[in-house]
Nanobody, 124 residues
Framework: QVQLVESGGGLVQAGGSLRLSCAASVRTFSSYTMGWFRQAPGKEREFVACINWAGGTLYSDSVKGRFTISRDNAKNTVALQMNSLKPEDTAIYYC??????????????????WGQGTQVTVSS
């Protein structure tokens, strides 16, 4: 059974940084694209970033240049380094596993396993 556990959320001032981590219990973890999504109160869940088996990455326009996604296949972890945080980055952040190997997507419906989420709050 797939299990994803996020950590690293918290409260930070605008302009600050946070690093989120996701520990995954996934067989053949290195083959799957892993993604980060977020959901703010009253809004739909939105794509943040993903990383595929080869280290290729996609970012949403709103975080490009500020956030960096990375993975450590030896440890079955994926991280999201968030710099220059803005109040509009406030949301619950979720780690997710893509449903198939060797492809990636911004569409949350293509992800079949999700963590419980970690709160990120950016104060102005």
């Amino acid at each position: 059974q797939v299990q994803l556990v996020e950590s690293g959320g918290g409260l930070v001032q605008a302009g600050g940084s946070l690093r989120l981590s996701c520990a995954a219990s996934v067989r053949t973890f290195s083959s799957y694209t892993m993604g980060w999504f977020r959901q703010a109160p009253g809004k739909e869940r939105e794509f943040v970033a993903c990383i595929n088996w080869a280290g290729g990455t996609l970012y949403s326009d709103s975080v490009k240049g500020r956030f960096t996604i990375s993975r450590d296949n030896a440890k079955n972890t994926v991280a999201l380094q968030m710099n220059s945080l803005k109040p509009e980055d406030t949301a619950i952040y979720y780690c997710a596993k893509h449903y198939t190997i060797r492809t990636y997507s911004r569409d949350p419906t293509n992800y079949d396993a999700w963590g419980q989420g970690t709160q990120v709050t950016v104060s102005s």
